[in-house]
Every structure is written in structure tokens, then in C-alpha cells.
């Protein structure tokens, strides 16, 4: 009985420590990741790094100031096409249709949620690259932008989903149209959610490299306009760090450290500010 | 009364145009990648999936070192993460004080927020030296078993891989196993201790068997995922053309090969090609994730009853 008992109670504590062993090997990558990032970038950062272009391997200084142009151009591109887009998607299969059709979308929509990255860059590279003159920020914002779409999508239409039909009655015994009431009343109520959402989309897209390789497909200036390549967080950090020249390593860090801070930064901010 | 319902119409009308460029983006997309990779599956048919030779010089397009590169990579990252995963689900779900809790979820959450690109870069300069360091000594012991047969000079090799998607895939396995778990009704759970049963003997007999299915539903989920991460994978695997046995050998996936060849496809056939891999990976994942949330949603209702 003893025995039993006590081996009983050995098993137990194993069990105990496969799990916190499980947790550990996950946990301790995460804060090397972050740890390491930010030695390493700290010290490549410093003011001529946000503001100078990139100069050749070997020359000493020189920043990234074109990608964070690209960066920032890429995002509010993407914006512009996902959010507008993808909200009025989700208020048709909230408030309107027949179910079957909304079930396909519904399908159709997740479905591309499990889109690998590279597919959305080949997708951006033969509708946009091929037919529209050529790699430019514009392409690389369509690819981000079939990612963007169906998270947006989705967290819209949850939110939607989750204003009580009182209000949109209310609004309608009073005589306003439904389609007001929709746009001014059920949409500011749903509004924390699906901002949550299309901040989480945003930080997603930040961070993205695949779907830029052959549409953005990156620039050493500066991007005059949103019909020429442009550069990118992401991809100089890949191009960087598969480069053989140790300054442009230290540059790569640099452009991780930035590109973490943006991203951790905007899923902080979701986080604590709208709590789901 | 008449102009207001033109109002609602019109609105209404706009709002299904755009619900229903989902399905046109869907089949635009499926379109074009089966027209762009026409040329080779014309040309070469099936032997482009069996293929072993993949020399663009030579005009030759065999896709099987990739296709085995990735269901080799996936597939051991996805068995590691299981392991991990239950582990994590379970000390979040049973073993853990419960103010620590939702902190400890919150930073598994995490890792899923990092890009890919910069787990990459910590791929190449920290795990490969350390894959090449510490842990090939340590698996040269076990050089009897062919998938550590191998011996790697820069650490940029499939297993290099193998660890960075484990990473990448457990937050995923284990954030849906932990809700699986959280939806195993309390009372079953006392019944079990109030007959002097031990915690580990409660999960065993009682939590796993009944969150079962949403947990494999996860899994599934996370194995989508592992077939179609790039960034990371391309980084670290060493991109080479070889169907090799040895984990510690360089090989070359499916997603990886675009990233890096795209751009400099010369020739008709050389892009026909890469674009149909792509088509190969869409098929493929789209696959996976399907049945992953088929899974998960036939559990959800039946445990919601």
C-alpha cells in the first residue's frame, strides 16, 4: 500500500515536470529571440540609421531609412484596400443575404486564412507585376492585402455579430434607414472589436516577407511613387542576414530590432488598451 | 418611403459586391495558378511530382526533393510539438497556480505574433552554430539511426529547420489544445478526485480522453501551418537539392524554392514550374486546414451539446 502509494505520487511529479519542461523549451527560444535582438540591434541603431540610405557592403555607416519608408507606405496601402474591403464583406454576412451564400464566403474566407504567405506573392506577382508595368509598392500591397482581408473579415463580422438587435430596432422604430443605422450606430458599437482586429491584421502585414520577394521586391532609395518597388523591414532583414558581409548582419539586427519593436508593440497595445 | 428603400438597396448591393469578390479573389486565384503552371504539367505531367531532378540549367523540373523536404520537416516538427504542446496545455490548464495562468498563456501567445523573418535571422546566427556545436556531438552517439547519420559544417541543415517550425507550430497546438481542455465539464473532474485519484491519472483518464478531438483539431491546424512557413525554414535549411534520409544533411522545401528562385526564373518552363509548386502547396494546405477546422468545429458543438 505504502508502495503504491508513493509510487503513485512519483508519477505524479513527473507529470509535473514534463509539463513544465515542455513550457521551458518553448519559453526559453522566446526570450533568447528578444534577448539577442535586442543586443545586437542596439547596437547598429543610432540616429543615421533611421534617416541614411543603405550604403555598399564594407562602407561604414549608412541606415535603412528605405525601408521604413517601404515599411510605413506598404502598411497604409494595405490598409486602405483590406479595411474598407473586408468591413463591407463582413456586414453582408452579418446583416443581409441568404445563409447558403454567406456559409461559401464564410468558407471561401477562412479558407484563405490558411493561404500559405509565398502563394499570396505568386498570386500579387501574376495579377498585379505581369499585367500593371512591373514590381511596385502597389503590388506588394495587394499580396499583404489577401492576408490582411479574411482576419479583418472575420473579426468584423464577429463584432457585428455581437451588437444587440435592440439598438439596430431602436434606430429603426425611430425611422432611420437601415443602412444608417448600420453605418452610424451598429458599426461605432462593434468599433473596439474590429479595430482589434484590423490592428492585429496590421502587425501581421508588418512582419510579412514572402508575399513582398517578387511585388515590392524592394529598392535601394527611395520609392518616388506607389508604381515603383519598394523596400521593406522584412525584407532587408532576409537579405541582410543572408548576406556574407558581417556589417550588413549588424544591420540586420538592427532592422529586426525595429521591425519586433513595431509588431510586439501593436499587439501590446490590442492587448491592454482592447481587451477582447 | 421610396427613397429611403433605394438608400438600403443601394447599400445593401455594395456591400454583396464585396462579399462576393471573396469567392472571385478565390477563384482568381486558383485560376491563375493553374494557368501559369500549365506549361508544365502539359510537359511533364505526373513526372513532375516524382521527379528526383531538379537542375534548371538542363531544362529539368523534378519537384520531389521539395515535396519531401516538406512533409519531412513538418512532420517531425509536428511530433516534437504534440509532445510539447500537451505538456504546455495541460500546466496551463491544471498544474499551474491560477494567477499565473493567464501571464504564461499570454507569452506562449507571443511567439505566434514574432515574424518569421526574425526568427530566421536568430536561426541562422544562434541555432545553427548551436545545432552544430552542442547538438550534433550529442546525436553522433545515435549516428546508428539514419536520420542522424549525416554530419552538418554550418548547422544549416533540415533538423535546424525541424526546431525552428517546433517553435513556430507549438503556440498554435498549444493554445488550442489549452481551450480544449478548459471545456472539460468540472464536475467529471471532481468525481474522478473524490475517488482518491492522483492529478495525473484525472488528465489521463479524464481531460485528454474527452478534449480528444479539439486537440487533434489543433494539431491538424498546426501542421497546415508547418507546410506553408517560409521565411524562417528558407533561412535555416540550407537549400539544397537532395532527397536525403540524414536530418543533419541540407535539404530544401517546397515554399522555400519560390522564395529563393522566383525572381531569377529565366525561361517559360523554369516559372511554370515554381508557380506549380505553389499550386501544389495551396492544394495542399488548404487541404490540411479544411479538415483541421472540420475537426474542431464537429467538436465544439457536440461538447456544447
Not at chain 2, 548547422?155 to 526546431?163: D, N, Q, Y
Not at chain 2, 492529478?199 to 498546426?222: M, Q, S, T, W
Request: proline content about 5%.
Amino acid at each position: 500500500m505504502e508502495m503504491a502509494i508513493t509510487g503513485k505520487r512519483l508519477k505524479d511529479n513527473l507529470f509535473t515536470a514534463y509539463c513544465i519542461i515542455s513550457l521551458l523549451i518553448i519559453i526559453v527560444p522566446l526570450v533568447h529571440i528578444i534577448g539577442t535582438t535586442v543586443y545586437y540591434g542596439a547596437q547598429a541603431i543610432n540616429l543615421e540609421f533611421f534617416t541614411a540610405l543603405p550604403k555598399p557592403p564594407g562602407e561604414p555607416g549608412g541606415g535603412i531609412a528605405n525601408a521604413i519608408q517601404g515599411t510605413l507606405v506598404l502598411a497604409a496601402l494595405t490598409m486602405a484596400i483590406s479595411i474598407p474591403s473586408a468591413i463591407l464583406a463582413a456586414i453582408y454576412l452579418a446583416e443581409y443575404g441568404n445563409s447558403r451564400f454567406k456559409e461559401l464566403i464564410r468558407l471561401l474566407n477562412d479558407t484563405f486564412m490558411g493561404t500559405p504567405s509565398i502563394v499570396a506573392g505568386i498570386f500579387g506577382y501574376a495579377l498585379i507585376v505581369v499585367n500593371f508595368g512591373g514590381f511596385s509598392a502597389v503590388a506588394g500591397a495587394f499580396a499583404l492585402s489577401i492576408l490582411a482581408v479574411p482576419m479583418i473579415l472575420r473579426a468584423s463580422e464577429e463584432a457585428l455579430k455581437l451588437v444587440p438587435k435592440d439598438i439596430r430596432e431602436a434606430g429603426l422604430s425611430l425611422g432611420i434607414e437601415y443602412w444608417i443605422v448600420i453605418t452610424r450606430i451598429v458599426l461605432r458599437t462593434a468599433f473596439p472589436a474590429i479595430a482589434s482586429g484590423i490592428l492585429l491584421a496590421l502587425a501581421r502585414i508588418m512582419g510579412e516577407t514572402a508575399p513582398l520577394l517578387f511585388t515590392a521586391f524592394g529598392n535601394p532609395n527611395f520609392a518616388n511613387s506607389i508604381f515603383e518597388p519598394i523596400s521593406a523591414l522584412p525584407l532587408i532583414i532576409f537579405i541582410y542576414a543572408t548576406s556574407p558581409y558581417p556589417d550588413w548582419h549588424q544591420k540586420a539586427w538592427g532592422a529586426a530590432l525595429v521591425l519586433m519593436l513595431l509588431v510586439l508593440g501593436i499587439n501590446m497595445l490590442v492587448k491592454y488598451k482592447y481587451k477582447r | 418611403m421610396g427613397k429611403k428603400m433605394k438608400g438600403d438597396k443601394i447599400f445593401k448591393n455594395i456591400t454583396f459586391l464585396f462579399a462576393l469578390s471573396v469567392l472571385i479573389m478565390f477563384s482568381l486565384l486558383f485560376y491563375k495558378l493553374v494557368a501559369d503552371s500549365s506549361l508544365t504539367w502539359q510537359k511533364l505531367g505526373l513526372n513532375f511530382i516524382i521527379g528526383e531532378d531538379w537542375d534548371p540549367l538542363n531544362e529539368e523540373f523534378g519537384a520531389l526533393p521539395f515535396i519531401y523536404g516538406t512533409l519531412v520537416t513538418s512532420t517531425f516538427a509536428l511530433i516534437i510539438s504534440v509532445v510539447l504542446s500537451l505538456g504546455i496545455a495541460i500546466f496551463l490548464t491544471e498544474i499551474a497556480p491560477k494567477s499565473i495562468r493567464e501571464p504564461i498563456s499570454s507569452i506562449v501567445e507571443l511567439i505566434a505574433a514574432i515574424p518569421s523573418v526574425i526568427i530566421g535571422l536568430w536561426g541562422i546566427f544562434v541555432l545553427a552554430p548551436f545545432v552544430r556545436d552542442y547538438l550534433q556531438p550529442l546525436l553522433s552517439h545515435f549516428s546508428f539511426i539514419p536520420f542522424f547519420s549525416g554530419k552538418t559544417l554550418t548547422g544549416l541543415c533540415m533538423l535546424t529547420a525541424i526546431l525552428v517550425l517546433t517553435f513556430m507550430i507549438t503556440p498554435i497546438i498549444a493554445t488550442i489544445a489549452k481551450d480544449s481542455l478548459l471545456m472539460v465539464p468540472e464536475d467529471l473532474k471532481e468525481a474522478m478526485y473524490s475517488l482518491g485519484a492522483r492529478r495525473y491519472e484525472v488528465i489521463r483518464h479524464v481531460c485528454i480522453p474527452y478534449a480528444k478531438n479539439g486537440i487533434f483539431g489543433g494539431i491538424v491546424l498546426g501542421y497546415g501551418r508547418a507546410i506553408g512557413e517560409t521565411m524562417a525554414v528558407t533561412m535555416v535549411i540550407g537549400n539544397a537539392y537532395l532527397i536525403s534520409l540524414s536530418l543533419l544533411n541540407p535539404g530544401y522545401t517546397m515554399a522555400a524554392v519560390i522564395a529563393n528562385e522566383f525572381t531569377e526564373a529565366t525561361g517559360d518552363l523554369y516559372l511554370s514550374s515554381l508557380i506549380a509548386i505553389g499550386l501544389l502547396l495551396l492544394v495542399l494546405s488548404i487541404a490540411v486546414n479544411l479538415v483541421g477546422r472540420m475537426i474542431i468545429w464537429k467538436w465544439q458543438s457536440q461538447a456544447k451539446g
